[in-house]
């Protein structure tokens, strides 16, 4: 559906430029957005690399497995249909604590794999569990200490401090999550999907 709705967009801007008689518009938007693009990567790639290589040192070390024991009294709370030493808290924990170090993209696999574990316990295989939901709200709020993509694009944009946003990120982040989780909380409470 996204991807109809973005082809969509990029259709109808682009045959409004062509009817308005500004074609040249539209080609020097594709030529420098290609440039943009570039060095975007360029700039955040490193960045990236570092912080995935410190995550995949962290699970080699055993590090991600005892921070993993260390948070499973506040994840057996969240998510008490979990049995005790299942392998989804060491897929949720790892993929809460990538999320905190502002990497979405080394939090995806453990993601993927804590849902295909969830799904495991699912006795409705139709319909999500509530753990799946209570993860999904987790995931989706993303408790961040570190936003390592934006500090990147603020350094890309030559910002004074970029990482000025980290407490306004850790603050609004934390407050989305406690929020999410009374939300979750509440609407399971209510029968409201929650099996």
Excluded at 28 to 57: C, D, H, R, Y
Excluded at 150 to 165: A, Q
Aim: aromatic share 8%; proline share 4%; net charge positive.
């Amino acid at each position: 559906m996204i991807n109809k709705l973005w082809v969509g967009l990029i259709v109808i801007g682009s045959l409004c430029l062509i009817f308005t008689g500004k074609a040249d518009v539209l080609n020097a938007q594709i030529l420098s957005s290609g440039k943009a693009t570039l060095e975007l990567v360029m700039q955040i790639f490193p960045l990236v690399s570092l912080w995935l290589g410190i995550m995949n040192i962290a699970k080699e070390s055993g590090l991600l497995s005892k921070v993993s024991k260390f948070i499973y009294p506040l994840l057996h709370k969240i998510f008490p249909d979990i049995p005790k030493g299942h392998e989804s808290f060491s897929y949720i924990s790892s993929n809460i604590i990538a999320n905190m170090f502002g990497l979405g993209n080394a939090a995806t696999p453990f993601g993927l794999k804590a849902m295909k574990s969830l799904q495991s316990l699912n006795k409705n295989k139709e319909e999500a569990s509530r753990s799946m939901i209570t993860f999904l709200v987790i995931n989706t709020c993303g408790l961040c200490i570190i936003p390592t993509t934006i500090i990147s694009l603020r350094m890309l944009y030559d910002s004074k401090d970029p990482s000025f946003i980290m407490i306004p990120c850790l603050t609004i982040s934390f407050i989305s999550l406690i929020f999410g989780l009374v939300i979750d909380r509440i609407w399971s409470k209510k029968g409201g999907g929650h099996k």
